[in-house]
């Protein structure tokens, strides 16, 4: 299918064929008729694509903060990694589109059919492409009197509708509207259509002159004369909201709201201005100031937008969803006073030519304000598939080969995993398979796999592929792992392996009935300073005592890898690497583990100590935290044995301690990707064993799992 998408590094845009979205739980599959380029906010995010490296830092210092801390804890390298394989993600374009449904997820049936028109929200949903999956909440029926090319104006309508909410006003109310660009358009005539006195200001004589046809009863220029004007509507009081509704790096937009605002007024932001305030009037006049939060209530909360919660609507009435579907309803055109954005359309292209309707939008040389893409139409079968290197690499398939099917594609795939693939001149990268097609065919392209695909099992079906590398999110990890053994091959997944026992059982079941091995990315294991810290204590007997502490850092509580279904949280997702390691350097199997979690205010477990007793009276203690300061490094590790001792900080510095005697060894920073990654292909190739005792990960995931349990019961879980 066509997708419009632009590239994060160089601000190129293209028109380009990548595979089609499938349907899952929860979304609907929608064949696109007609979506939105809105001038101002679209033109914001495809100049900000455009900007150089250090202009980008410039426009976003919080990113650059984030960048720093992260530089702190990995070093400047693995972040500089990170920071280019997120910027050579494909950017998909669009976020207002409206189309026909063409298959229902679970969990919708009997709610949505086959052949519904519905309009589509979100950036990276509602996207400028031929086939879209889009989730519950952020779609809404289409009236049969509605167009399609009016209904892609529904989600740039909500958020116009959401800051009119904001703003409070009712009958009679003066409120002034700063900017009249396609949000200050409509929110003027919902203004209008709720009884307000609305007064337009744009420095554009067209777009005035558009607003007077909307019901404002005031269109003027901002300039000496418009605070002069506002106030003579008013009887002198001054308007009683105004609305930021401009696009400008400058904070003349405020400065201009609080000279025509009231006493106590409020002043809404929907546009992005400067935000320097006058204070002295402000506080004089005891000015109220929002900033409208896009759509409405459920914009950026990923239970709502991705899981498909609902908000009680005794407590929140107008959701995003909500606004979406009231702005379709005023569009019928059997309603006497209804909401025509037909005014507002200046340009309609097929899809085709996307590429010239953006240089319509950026290069300024003809004045414009909706531009519509249109579609002509596409099988609902679209190809979940396409070849993208017709040329394959030299290895082959078969015995003595490693032909591998990666199976997602997010950042961490591409910042450490596919450039160690990609180097390796021993395999032989088939297929790339990711949710999204963009990202699919755009990752294949990049790393150089012959096949770009958003379909998991055409991994799984191709005979050719003996290898299968999943890099997806947690929750998917046990089924596809089990998957791809049943379908006879090795598998490679990153940790956890599974989040509770039913999911590991299946994984058990699958391995027992195949022919491949399975391998779980507990990379530090393969760590070169962990070699030679496991050779120091090689020729002592008796217990060992180890003890890891991590200083983790914070996340963020709506990350989804704090979700409880779809990350497990941190001890799932990320102590399970440090049992991994204290289960290898002890080298005897666990019989126990007990754990406690500290009581901190928004915490989700991610403050825990757990104490884990092995078979030959050996003990590990691990101390996971995200309470520390990520100034100080990671990771720390210690080991004791048979008057033996050593430390390894951070994977960068290992003391030895024997005989009296000391040593300390530097070297930089390796916790072990490429090397496991190597020994994976090696053991597909040479047909051995596998890397990891398949046994130890069972146990080690087991372990992983009980310490969530020891902290649901308070008890010692025996394993």
């Given at each position: 299918m066509k997708q419009v998408i632009q590239s994060r590094r160089t601000?190129?845009?293209?028109?380009?064929?990548?595979p089609a979205p499938g349907v899952r739980a929860g979304h609907l599959l929608v064949r696109t008729k007609a979506s939105l380029i809105s001038a101002g906010t679209e033109r914001m995010v495809v100049d900000f694509a455009k900007k150089s490296l250090a202009s980008k830092a410039k426009a976003r210092p919080d990113l650059v903060k984030k960048v720093l801390e992260k530089a702190k804890k990995e070093g400047l390298w693995n972040t500089w990694k990170a920071v280019m394989a997120r910027l050579d993600e494909p950017l998909p374009l669009g976020y207002s589109a409206a189309g026909e449904v063409v298959a229902v997820g679970a969990g919708l049936e009997g709610e949505f059919r086959v052949g519904d028109r519905v309009a589509m929200a979100g950036a990276g949903i509602a996207n400028h492409a031929e086939l879209n999956a889009v989730p519950r909440n952020l779609v809404a029926r289409i009236?049969?009197?509605?167009?399609?090319?009016?209904?892609?104006?529904?989600?740039?309508?909500?958020?116009?509708?959401?800051?009119?909410r904001n703003m409070q006003v009712g009958l009679g109310d003066v409120v002034a509207v700063i900017g009249c660009g396609l949000v200050?358009?409509?929110a003027m005539r919902f203004l209008a259509?709720?009884?307000?006195?609305?007064?337009?200001?744009?420095?554009?004589?067209d777009r005035l002159q558009l607003a007077q046809g909307l019901g404002v009863e005031l269109a003027l220029k901002p300039d000496a004369d418009a605070a002069r004007a506002v106030m003579d509507l008013s009887d002198g009081r001054g308007a009683d909201a105004v609305l930021n509704a401009a696009a400008t790096s400058s904070s003349e937009p405020l400065s201009l709201a609080a000279d025509l605002a009231r006493d106590r007024a409020r002043i809404v932001m929907v546009g992005l201005t400067g935000t320097e305030f006058p204070y002295q009037t402000f506080m004089q006049k005891e000015l109220n100031l929002t900033v409208s939060r896009s759509y409405g209530p459920g914009r950026y909360d990923p239970d709502f937008e991705g899981r498909g919660v609902k908000y009680p609507e005794g407590?929140?009435?107008?959701?995003?969803?909500?606004?979406?579907?009231?702005?379709?309803?005023?569009?019928?055109?059997?309603?006497?006073?209804r909401l025509d954005v037909g005014l507002l359309t200046t340009h309609t292209f097929p899809i085709e030519t996307a590429e010239k309707a953006y240089d319509l939008v950026t290069g300024g040389t003809e004045r414009c304000l909706g531009v519509v893409l249109s579609y002509s139409g596409i099988s609902d079968q679209a190809d979940r598939t396409m070849t993208i290197n017709a040329v394959a690499r030299a290895s082959s398939s078969g015995a003595g080969s490693c032909v591998i099917g990666m199976i997602g594609g997010g950042n961490f795939a591409r910042a450490v995993l596919l450039p160690a693939l990609k180097s390796d001149g021993a395999v032989r990268l088939k297929t790339l398979a990711t949710a999204r097609g963009v990202n699919a065919e755009h990752g294949a392209d990049t790393f150089g796999f012959e096949v770009a695909s958003s379909d998991p099992d055409s991994v799984f079906t191709d005979a050719d592929i003996n290898a299968v590398v999943i890099a997806t999110r947690h929750d998917s990890h046990a089924a596809l792992t089990a998957a791809g053994l049943r379908a006879g091959k090795s598998v490679f997944v990153e940790k956890p392996l599974a989040l509770d026992l039913d999911q590991l059982n299946d994984v058990i079941a699958a391995l027992n009935e195949s022919t491949g091995f399975v391998q779980v990315g507990f990379n530090r294991r393969f760590a070169p300073q962990v070699a030679e810290m496991t050779a120091h204590f090689v020729k002592t007997k008796g217990p060992r005592v180890v003890t890891l502490r991590v200083n983790g850092g914070a996340i963020d509580g709506a990350h989804w890898t704090q979700s409880a279904s779809e990350g497990g949280g941190r001890v799932l997702g990320e102590m399970?690497?440090?049992?991994d390691l204290a289960r290898h350097l002890v080298g005897q199997r666990i019989e126990s583990v007990d754990a406690q979690a500290a009581t901190v205010a928004g915490g989700s477990g991610d403050d825990v100590a757990a104490h884990?007793?092995?078979?030959?009276?050996?003990?590990?203690?691990?101390?996971?935290?995200?309470?520390?300061?990520?100034?100080?490094?990671?990771?720390?590790?210690?080991m004791f044995a048979g008057g033996r001792a050593a430390v390894l900080d951070d994977f960068r510095t290992l003391t030895l301690v024997a005989d009296g005697k000391s040593s300390e060894r530097s070297a930089t920073q390796n916790k072990g990707h490429a090397a496991q990654l190597a020994a994976f292909v090696a053991a597909v190739r040479d047909g051995t064993v596998a890397p990891i005792d398949e046994a130890e990960l069972i146990e080690t995931s087991t372990a992983t799992i009980a310490v969530v349990e020891s902290?649901?019961?308070?008890?010692?879980?025996s394993v």
């Open positions: 601000g190129k845009l293209a028109l380009k064929d990548v009236p049969d009197t509605v167009t399609d090319e009016e209904a892609c104006y529904g989600t740039v309508g909500a958020i116009a509708m959401h800051a009119v200050g358009q409509m259509l709720a009884g307000a006195r609305v007064v337009a200001l744009d420095y554009a004589e407590w929140v009435r107008w959701t995003e969803t909500e606004n979406l579907a009231e702005v379709l309803r005023l569009m019928v055109p059997t309603r006497a006073s399970c690497h440090f049992i884990i007793r092995f078979v030959d009276g050996s003990l590990a203690s691990i101390v996971y935290t995200a309470l520390g300061d990520t100034a100080l490094a990671k990771e720390r590790i210690e902290l649901r019961t308070g008890t010692r879980i």
